[in-house]
Nanobody, 121 residues
Framework: QVQLVESGGGLVQAGGSLRLSCAAS????????MGWYRQAPGKQRELVAL???????NYADSVLGRFTISLDNAKRTVYLQMNSLKPEDTATYYC???????????????WGLGTQVTVSS
């Protein structure tokens, strides 16, 4: 059984900062990458940032220069530092991971339940 548990969401004023965390737990053999997606009401879920286990990162254009993703492989935890937040960043943020569980030769994709980020103007 694999769980991705997000934390760190909340209410912040425009221009402020938040740091999201997502810890993966369970019978995990390896993690090849983790990332963050977000979904605002009435909109499709969209990529925010991805990081591979080797450190390669990918960001949505809308957050480039404001958000930073990082990965602690030992703790199996991915972080998203969000600075200069804007009202349009308001959404539910979901953690995502590509990982292989013990005993499996295949890698699967997992999702967390999400954490709400609200940015007031």
């Amino acid at each position: 059984q694999v769980q991705l548990v997000e934390s760190g969401g909340g209410l912040v004023q425009a221009g402020g900062s938040l740091r999201l965390s997502c810890a993966a737990s369970g019978t995990i053999f390896s993690i090849s990458g983790m990332g963050w997606y977000r979904q605002a009401p009435g909109k499709q879920r969209e990529l925010v940032a991805l990081i591979r286990s080797g450190g390669t990162t990918n960001y949505a254009d809308s957050v480039l220069g404001r958000f930073t993703i990082s990965l602690d492989n030992a703790k199996r935890t991915v972080y998203l530092q969000m600075n200069s937040l804007k009202p349009e960043d308001t959404a539910t943020y979901y953690c995502n991971a590509d990982l292989r569980v013990v005993g499996s030769r295949l890698e699967y994709n997992y999702w967390g339940l999400g954490t709400q980020v609200t940015v007031s103007s």
